[in-house]
């Protein structure tokens, strides 16, 4: 008697369960079998895979860039416990002081590089001349090893920056500056790698950006941001307003309709962090000229042309103000330009203060 009633009672727990299971399954059967979770290696093969004449050495260059990317990551978590962090003693071209772990960064870079094979010449941010490689090799690098040096110390995202060019002069024989000084239009890839709440490497080889989340345990980097789009407009606007005063009045102009609007100030002061985060939900970066720096802070070789493709690609603008940022044909390897980068409304909006 007691069974029987126990197994009445099983059933219409059963059917109340059934009843108020949730509407929404755990995982959505559409995402099983996506390709988000696919390893970058895998992800650059299957990209090789859909170009019939490529040779697989730009793939195998993203590799040792990434690669690379694991090993700052590796030495950038270590900062605090090693004597890995503050001033290193002794100014880079440009004037400013480098710290230890943008010269670490620059080693570890440079060595895997050459290790690689792949490149024929690297301009670094640290190095004044042209690091000359593999002579046999087509692609140029120019790379940040390490963004954003003033927050390495106080545990603040920093990141890598790195833009790929095709050698103009025949394979085999010495590069010449017309290899390096290319304009941005004639970028074969770029990305950079964050290292922030998770380490992430966004790039585009001129068909779209994706990014890949570094995974620790495994020590790979996991696809997890597809096809990322920026925001066409946004209300974020990102700018070191501490040198207000020297700033052009379209710059001060632009200030004042963003304050108007009642957009977010946002400023991290690490490029790689402050663009991607306006990548990610809309907004606009700005380095103007000041009186300190008159043509504006950024490089155009290996700061503002990787990211003007990286933006383009996610459909955002990229401007010194005024001209397309890949346009501007370089004339030094450290040349310094204003940018204005992000949502393609908020950049032509910047530019209007301009002109009228
Ligand atoms: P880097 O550390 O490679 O020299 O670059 C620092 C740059 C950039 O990351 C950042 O947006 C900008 O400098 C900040 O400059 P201010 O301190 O003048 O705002
Ligand atoms: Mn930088
Ligand atoms: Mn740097």
Known sequence: MRVKYLKRDLTTIRSFLFLHRPKTLLM???????????????????????????????????RDIALAGKIINREVNKSGLLDIAGAYGATNVQGEEQQKLDVIADIRFIRALKNGGEVCAIVSEEKDDLIRLNANSRYVVAMDPLDGSSNIDVNVSIGTIFSIYRRLSPIGTPVQMEDVLQKGDRQV??????????????????????????????????????????????????????????????????????????????YIGSLVADFHRNLLKGGVYMYPSTEKAPNGKLRLMYECNCLAFIIEQAGGMATDGQRRIMEIRPTDLHQRVPLFIGSSDMVSKARTFREG
Not at 35 to 56: C, S, Y
Not at 233 to 248: A, L, V
Request: hydrophobic share 30%.
């Open 28 to 62: 959505d059967k559409h995402t099983i079998g996506s390709t988000v979770g696919t390893t970058l290696d895998r992800f650059i093969n299957d990209k090789q895979a859909e170009f019939p004449f490529a040779t697989g050495e730009l793939s195998q260059l993203l």
């Open 189 to 266: 890839a770029a990305g950079y790698i964050l290292y922030g709440s998770s380490t992430m490497l966004v790039y585009t080889t001129g068909h779209g950006v994706n990014g890949f989340t570094f995974e620790p345990t495994l020590g790979e980097f996991l696809l997890s941001h597809q096809n990322m789009k920026c925001p066409k407009n946004g209300n974020i606007y990102s700018i070191n307003e501490g040198s207000y005063q020297s700033f052009e009045p379209s710059v001060k102009g632009y200030l004042q309709y963003c304050k108007a609007e009642k957009y977010s100030a946002r």
